[in-house]
């Protein structure tokens, strides 16, 4: 097995033993990371039909990926780690997580404050609007959002 393959099993292993909802939120923002893995394992013939592919048909599919991302490789990867569950379930589990990452960068204030304060505001002021994750999530939404927003 190539590291990204570890990678990949160990993101998809650690999704496995969270909650629904806090799975979907893991594979959610660790999807780009995911999917990035797994076009790096492709055969290289396989990567070069989508090179060959205009540039803007990739943009119009990662708007539709977070648009819908119920019908993504999200739901995809939190069937394979909570297999057995309602599919309605999955989704909507999908549908929140991406509502909750939205609402996290949504509340960061870019201008006013202390970096620290701001990014902990945002994600205190998410979870008021979708409670009901571990703290466990609630830290990695501080992380993502210290992270990305610096």
Not at 20 to 48: G, H, I, Q, T
Not at 61 to 68: A, G, I
Not at 75 to 93: C, I, S, W, Y
């Amino acid at each position: 097995m190539t590291e990204d393959e570890e990678t990949i099993a160990r993101t998809i292993a650690e999704a496995s033993e969270l909650p629904l909802r806090d799975a979907a939120y893991l594979l959610w923002r660790e999807c780009s990371k995911l999917d990035l893995l797994a076009w790096r394992a492709m055969p290289p013939n396989v990567r070069d039909v989508f090179r060959s592919r205009p540039s803007g048909e990739n943009s119009i599919e990662v708007k539709f990926e977070h648009d819908h991302p119920e019908d993504g490789l999200t739901f995809d990867r939190l069937q394979l780690t909570h297999p057995g569950m309602d599919e309605a379930e999955v989704k909507q589990a999908i549908i929140a997580a991406v509502r909750f990452d939205d609402a996290c960068f949504g509340y960061f204030d870019k201008i006013k404050g202390e970096f620290g304060a701001r990014y902990k505001r945002a994600v205190e002021l998410a979870a008021r609007d979708y409670p009901g994750y571990l703290e466990l999530t609630y830290q990695r939404a501080r992380y993502y959002i210290s992270y990305y927003m610096k």
